[in-house]
């Protein structure tokens, strides 16, 4: 999902559902960024990202329209890639 940014106009976002056993917090968030730089081109890197619930809709299907709407409004729950290095 994109995601606004005053350099790059939009960066890559990753909204992440941790399977269990994992904790959300900074330390996951620097795991999955390394993750990302050593598999992934430039271009294509995680530069943000969020852990919590998707929303979904009855049949199960990702409601895209509401982490486009979470992703306009700013959230204090994201990590940065360049605030964890």
Request: aromatic letters at 8%; glycine letters at 8%; hydrophobic letters at 40%.
């Amino acid at each position: 999902m994109p995601a606004p940014d005053p350099v790059r106009l939009a960066v890559p976002k990753a909204y992440i559902v941790l399977a269990e056993g994992w904790e959300p917090g900074p330390d996951t968030a620097k795991l999955l960024f390394e993750h990302s730089r050593a598999v992934l081109a430039p271009y294509k890197r995680i530069r943000r990202l969020e852990f919590g619930v998707l929303p979904k809709t009855v049949s199960g299907k990702i409601r895209r329209i509401e982490l486009r709407e979470r992703t306009a409004e700013g959230s204090t729950a994201e990590y940065v890639e360049g605030d964890l290095r």
